[in-house]
């Protein structure tokens, strides 16, 4: 497989080496990779600190930034980042106001973010945590138990990060930023596999003409595999699967997510088949998000997102954001 790379040992600092240069704004520490937006820790602010395995951008480090995270640890590719990358992001950012894990739902996550947090505290550093687990594809999977974190990473990150931006205490930034994940579900589609740098080759065999439905960010198994189908037919499937999940009392917020080598082209395309199937089941859309957000390397395909929000939700949606990845309103 060809790709724009050295050797795959240095991926992840090259990758860092280069945000580095491209976004001052950050202060990207390339050695024990931690990347932090340049004036944290903000007096009276909490800190929102998040990360993964690499291979999902701009997700996190591409939403370090005023109005989303003020840190994000980028683990090896597919593989979560140690707990030291998220206590010295934590030390980075407290200001004394706390400071909020928002940890998506796979297992070595999970368990090296709640072994940060004890060391964090140890430190005199408070610590709330918050798991995203919005994917109604599969109940369990390789990567963990219960559903897997997904695209409402992007909704969690954002809307605390207003609330953290406007100065709300910690116990008000956790509690919004569960309200999110509880009100938000996912489903995801691959067309092709993805190749990691290590492996060359692709992570999992996916014959020509068929497609995965309910697939994971890593490329894990779904519900089930049929021979390619229409857009029409997979927002059909995919949004029916989410609305089994999720009674939308409540205008949605929208995400077309791409998984990193599905062209805009498409996924507008795509994206007006699933505004054509909420307006058939009746589910209104506050706004819309098109683009490669939580992507999966070079993964082709896509993934839907659906939050419910109230008013108070939609406003810190819609608040400034400033970030890599992001960027609205400033």
């Given at each position: 497989m060809k790709m724009l790379i050295n050797v795959a040992e240095t991926v992840i600092a090259d990758a860092l080496r280069g945000m580095a240069a491209a976004h001052p704004e950050l202060t990207v520490d390339v050695e024990n990779r931690v990347i932090v937006r340049r004036d944290a820790p903000v007096a009276g602010k909490v800190g929102l600190v998040s990360g993964g395995g690499s291979g999902h951008e701009p997700l996190h480090g591409g939403f370090v930034g005023p109005g989303m995270l003020s840190a994000a640890c980028p683990g090896e590719v597919f593989t979560s980042p140690v707990p030291d990358q998220m206590v010295r992001a934590a030390a980075a950012v407290d200001s004394g106001a706390g400071v909020l894990f928002i940890v998506k739902n796979y297992t070595g996550d999970v368990l090296n973010f709640d072994m940060a947090q004890e060391l964090a505290e140890d430190e005199g550093i408070r610590v709330a945590k918050v798991l995203v687990n919005d994917d109604v594809a599969v109940t369990?999977?390789?990567?963990?138990?219960?559903r897997r974190g997904t695209g409402a990473t992007l909704f969690v990150e954002k809307i605390a990060g207003a609330a953290a931006e406007e100065g709300r205490p910690l116990e008000?930034?956790?509690?919004?930023?569960?309200?999110?994940?509880?009100?938000?579900?996912?489903?995801?589609?691959?067309?092709?596999?993805?190749?990691?740098?290590?492996?060359?080759?692709?992570?999992?065999?996916?014959?020509?003409?068929?497609?995965?439905?309910?697939?994971?960010?890593?490329?894990?198994?779904?519900?089930?595999?049929?021979?390619?189908?229409?857009?029409?037919?997979?927002?059909?499937?995919?949004?029916?699967?989410?609305?089994?999940?999720?009674?939308?009392?409540?205008?949605?917020?929208?995400?077309?997510?791409?998984?990193?080598?599905?062209?805009?082209?498409?996924?507008?395309?795509?994206?007006?088949?699933?505004q054509r199937v909420l307006g058939e089941r009746g589910v209104p859309v506050a706004r819309t998000l098109v683009g490669n957000y939580v992507t999966s390397l070079d993964m082709a395909g896509a993934s839907v997102t659906l939050c419910r929000v109230d008013e108070e939700l939609l406003r810190l949606w819609d608040a400034p954001v400033s970030t890599a990845g992001l960027r609205w309103g400033m």
């Open positions: 369990d999977s390789l990567y963990t138990a219960g008000r930034v956790e509690a919004l930023a569960r309200q999110v994940n509880e009100s938000s579900r996912s489903f995801g589609v691959a067309l092709a596999p993805c190749t990691t740098p290590a492996k060359g080759s692709p992570t999992f065999e996916l014959p020509p003409g068929e497609l995965e439905l309910g697939v994971g960010i890593h490329g894990e198994p779904g519900r089930e595999r049929r021979a390619m189908m229409t857009s029409r037919e997979i927002a059909d499937f995919s949004v029916d699967a989410i609305l089994e999940d999720l009674d939308p009392r409540d205008p949605v917020l929208v995400l077309v997510n791409g998984m990193g080598a599905t062209p805009l082209l498409e996924l507008y395309g795509f994206n007006a088949e699933v």
